[in-house]
């Protein structure tokens, strides 16, 4: 049987070119680019080129600055935790405020949660039925008090788009920073750091057919950073460690990659989703996809298939199993929460009901998504869940 991979939103497979490029750029220099003598100070040339190209890319200005991390995980915890800047209170007995919005990935809702237990007031704007976070209450919550807002750009489970940009503009009335996780958006939809406004942004290589181990975040020149990490001066102190070449020349590769295919690749995972979502539906009527009635990714699709009246509710750990046995891999939500038992935080977010919530999955598609994985996969997934719903009504 062959295998099937439809959970590019949790990671995706190299590219060629990507690899080639690593490949060739460990043979080249094998010197620590924080070393002094010439091989080091050649290899830290050839790191600082990388990490010019990748914010130029993504349309940041010279005196912007691209920090690297392991990924983005840490750029989010970054970003969240060295942004808000320390732990006085602001003014008085006020203690310093953090707004995000509540269906944010757990790598800001964490470090919002480690702020909370540091003294912090952390506040979570609301999302809607379609998965929009309520950017107006901005307007209400901001106060002297408010340290950073952190909006992600594409919410990662359902792929509905936010709007950044207003809350950007609330925000620079009371010259609040902002931060911005566009991990999932990179690639799928256009990503350009000063059109956006924010302050810093989170981004990623291996969502967009880069390497795994390598991300970063790339900070305005007006922001200052607490480091989260001690002990050494590579990349100012913000973030220290000996930083990889190849790994940063496979980030190189893959933002130049997804920004001069966009319009290619976009396209075709447009395809697969909504060709995948029309296959599931002529089979599945009842099935409910999460934000289809909002801008959304085009690659991701969020489904429950709660059922009807002669129709058991399917749920989402028996159905990712399930699948997985027929070499489907799907998830039930962010991939760094997969192993959990919980409930998805921003289906709970959006109101869902606990049935709904209990019966979701999500799909995500790839540029290297191939049509036979999109009709077998949907056939196979659809098998899983008559499947199961007769098992379930049998012992009913």
């Known amino acids: 049987m062959t295998h099937i991979y439809l959970d590019a939103n949790s990671t995706t497979r190299m590219d060629d070119a990507v690899r080639q490029v690593m490949i060739d750029t460990y043979g080249e220099n094998d010197a620590n680019p924080a070393s002094q003598h010439r091989p080091g100070q050649l290899a830290r040339q050839k790191l600082e080129n990388l990490r010019s190209a990748i914010a130029a890319q993504l349309g940041a200005r010279r005196t912007d600055r691209l920090i690297f991390t392991s990924g983005g995980t840490e750029s989010d915890n970054l970003a969240v935790i060295g942004m808000a800047g320390g732990l006085s209170p602001i003014s008085g007995d006020e203690p310093a405020e953090v707004i995000v919005s509540a269906i944010e990935h757990p790598a800001v809702l964490g470090a919002a949660d480690f702020l909370a237990s540091q003294g912090f007031v952390i506040r979570k704007l609301p999302a809607d039925a379609r998965g929009v976070v309520n950017v107006d209450t901005l307007k209400q919550w ?17 792929g509905v788009l936010q709007n950044v940009s207003a809350a950007v503009e609330i925000c620079r009335t009371r010259d609040i920073p902002v931060h911005c996780d566009a991990v999932q958006a990179l690639g799928k939809i ?19 057919h880069g390497p795994r181990g390598i991300g970063g975040l790339l900070v305005t020149d007006r922001i ?37 295919l966009l319009a290619e690749r976009s396209s075709w995972i447009r395809h697969c989703r909504d060709q995948f979502e029309q296959l599931i539906l002529a089979e599945l009527p009842d099935t409910h996809i999460h934000g289809r009635d909002a801008e959304r990714l085009p690659h991701t699709s969020n489904l429950s298939f709660i059922g009807g009246p002669n129709m058991a509710t399917v749920d989402r750990q028996a159905l990712m199993m399930a699948a997985d046995i027929e070499e489907v891999a799907i998830s039930t939500g962010s991939a760094c929460t997969s192993g959990s038992s919980e409930p998805s935080h921003v289906l709970t977010a959006m109101g869902c009901e606990k049935a709904i919530v209990d019966s979701s999955i999500r799909v995500s598609f790839s540029a290297a998504t191939t049509n036979l994985d999109v009709t077998e996969g949907a056939r196979r997934i659809i098998n899983c869940v008559k499947r199961l719903r007769q098992q379930k009504s049998r012992r009913n």
């Open 190 to 208: 256009p990503v350009v750091f000063r059109e956006l406004g924010v302050d810093a942004m989170t981004l990623t290589a291996h969502k967009i």
């Open 142 to 158: 901001i106060s002297p008090a408010t340290r950073l807002v952190s909006l992600m750009l594409a919410n990662n489970e359902t």
């Open 224 to 260: 200052e950073l607490q480091p989260l990490m001690f002990g050494g001066v590579q990349q100012l102190g913000q973030r220290p460690g000996t930083e990889d070449i190849a790994l940063a020349a496979g980030f190189a590769k893959s933002v130049e990659l997804a920004t001069s």
